[in-house]
T-cell receptor, first 110, second 116 residues
């Protein structure tokens, strides 16, 4: 039982490049979330999903897209990376009680 | 709008001291959930506790205890006899929308340093 895993752990992008972050959970949780964590800002919700095939915007969705084609996976995409997207990205899943987080992805956009 | 305030940005204590981390929240929901998470230097987020708005009983888990007071909209966290391993950033969070599965609104965190 791996819990919530995130791929990759680290990534450096150039401005304008695209990439996809993968989140996978093996706990059969319905709800999944993507957050970003910036110094002094706590965590802010980017997008979330309440079930397979559904997604919704969170507090800071601009510049990101998501997909939940399979219940266990939640993908976060950056179509054209900007330096303002330099952050640590956390994925979480929940059975409807507490949210359980992955280890995070540290993304740097140059 | 929901809001979580952790007024203490950083706290430094010496091992074996007791320390309380403050959390004040704002919400218009009558049903809501409050959480505490720990983020050690390794970076992962560790779930510590969930409390719903109807349960004002204090909770104790080993050296950790939580004091929930609806009258003051506070959900404070106390570590008794602190240890170096307690050094971490601690986040208080509130669900948005009333359900426990709702989106989390996080405070900005309190960095606790426990010195030997």
């Amino acid at each position: 039982n791996a819990g919530v895993t995130q791929t990759p752990k680290f990534r450096v992008l150039k401005t304008g490049q695209s990439m996809t972050l993968l989140c996978a959970q093996d706990m059969n949780h319905e709800y999944m979330y993507w957050y970003r964590q910036d110094p002094g800002m706590g965590l802010r919700l980017i997008h979330y999903s309440v079930g397979e095939g559904t997604t919704a915007k969170g507090e800071v969705p601009d510049g990101y897209n998501v997909s939940r084609l399979k219940k266990q996976n939640f993908l976060l995409g950056l179509e054209s990376a900007a330096p303002s997207q330099t952050s640590v990205y956390f994925c979480a899943s929940s059975p409807g009680t507490a949210q359980f987080f992955g280890p995070g992805t540290r993304l740097t956009v140059l | 709008a929901q809001k979580v305030t952790q007024a203490q940005t950083e706290i430094s204590v010496v091992e074996k001291e007791d320390v309380t981390l403050d959390c004040v929240y704002e919400t218009r929901d009558t049903t809501y959930y409050l959480f505490w998470y720990k983020q050690p230097p390794s970076g992962e987020l560790v779930f510590l506790i969930r409390r719903n708005s109807f349960d004002e009983q204090n909770e104790i888990s080993g050296r950790y205890s939580w004091n929930f007071q609806k009258s003051t909209s506070s959900f404070n966290f106390t570590i008794t006899a602190s240890q170096v391993v307690d050094s971490a950033v601690y986040f208080c969070a509130l669900t948005e929308g009333g359900g426990s599965q709702g989106n989390l609104i996080f405070g900005k965190g309190t960095k606790l340093s426990v010195k030997p």
